[in-house]
């Protein structure tokens, strides 16, 4: 059944997500911090049975200097240096296995699959720890560290994010100057902020982007990752405003409202896991030029293969 608001309404929700004041320092700061440290970027050849694709297992500098690892894939004897995908994973999952999420490679890009610190075994598997410690959590990622803008988790993750793009100049048959991001859900959050915080990428896609207008999504879902929050909050009762100004601070919106590159976005509007609403929040706030593909039929999985197909053909022509 439809989860939010009647879809007219949808198309005229606006985010009234108030930024912290010193929310662009907060980011320059970080980024400063995180990419003055940390050991060089490395990528090992993986022994496959693939006959068209090369896979790279690859390990660069995350939050403070921290290791990420990810999987490069690359086109065989494609002459080089490619248009280049870098991918975020949904919540719970890491970067998996080389051989599977073939997609991107065949389609004659290199691809970049970061891995998601601290998750990967919830549906795919992760290779990252999250080596912060961060004090009291519900059950889950999303209020790990959430009291605190500087210890929570996702400014550790989005930080991974933009510098997985950082590292691209170190790969082999990469060109780091026709890079786009892209992710669903918990990927989707990560594509923003990395479009938004590194001039590098050149587009954006986010299906289904979680972490927008979180205020608003806490109370309209009783599903992960929204309800640990919620859950949190039920028991922390005197914590609400420290976590909501926390919140602010990774909030998808005020990614949206900071990048100008080209974007595509999906929403389903049947969705029990991502509010619709939030995410017209984030489209409406992008400041550059962009598409929105309605699902009304879908849940979390939004359109699946028939929205890749459509990223496709986006990310072709604003790499060409």
């Given amino acids: 059944m439809f989860t939010d608001l009647p879809e007219a309404e949808l198309r005229q929700h606006r985010s009234d997500l108030c930024e912290p004041s010193d929310f662009d320092s907060f980011w320059a700061d970080t980024l400063t911090e995180a990419r003055s440290c940390g050991d060089p970027v490395v990528a090992t050849p ?4 693939l006959t068209a694709v090369d896979v790279f297992d690859v390990t660069f500098p995350g939050f403070a200097g921290q290791p990420v690892r990810a999987w490069l894939r690359v086109p065989r004897g494609a002459a080089g240096p490619l248009p280049t995908v870098v991918q975020y994973v949904g919540y719970g999952g890491g970067r998996g296995h080389p051989l599977e999420n ?6 004659g890009l290199a691809h970049l699959q970061m891995d998601t610190r601290g998750q990967g075994s919830g549906w795919s598997r992760g290779d990252t720890p999250d080596v912060a410690a961060a004090g009291p959590q519900a059950p889950g990622m999303a209020t ?10 996702y400014r550790r993750f989005l930080t991974d994010a933009v510098r997985a793009v950082d590292a691209l100049g170190d790969l082999p048959a990469v060109d780091p100057d026709r890079v786009a991001v892209l992710g669903h859900s918990q990927g989707g959050a990560a594509a923003l902020a990395a479009g938004a915080l590194t001039p590098r990428v050149r587009a954006v896609v986010a299906h289904v982007p979680f972490l927008c207008d979180v205020a608003r999504a806490v109370t309209l879902t009783d599903s992960a990752p929204y ?9 922390h009762r005197d914590a609400e405003e420290r976590v909501l100004r926390t919140l602010s ?3 998808g919106v005020a990614f949206a409202r900071r990048a100008t590159v080209p974007a595509r976005f999906s929403v389903a509007l049947m969705d029990e896991i ?3 609403s939030t995410v017209y929040a984030a489209y409406h706030d992008y400041r550059g030029d962009k598409e929105l593909t309605v699902w009304r039929y879908n849940g979390h999985e939004a359109g699946a293969i028939d929205d890749d197909a459509a990223a496709l053909d986006f990310l072709h022509t604003a790499l060409r």
């Avoid at 073939?102 to 389609?107: K, Q, V």
């Avoid at 309800?227 to 028991?235: F, P, Q, S």
């Fill in 274 to 276: 991502v509010p619709p």
């Fill in 102 to 107: 073939l997609l991107w490679s065949a389609a």
């Fill in 144 to 153: 790990r560290g959430v009291e605190e803008p500087r210890r929570y988790y």
């Fill in 227 to 235: 309800r640990e929050i919620r859950d949190y909050l039920a028991v």
């Fill in 249 to 251: 601070y990774v909030d």
């Fill in 46 to 49: 993986v022994p496959t049975p």
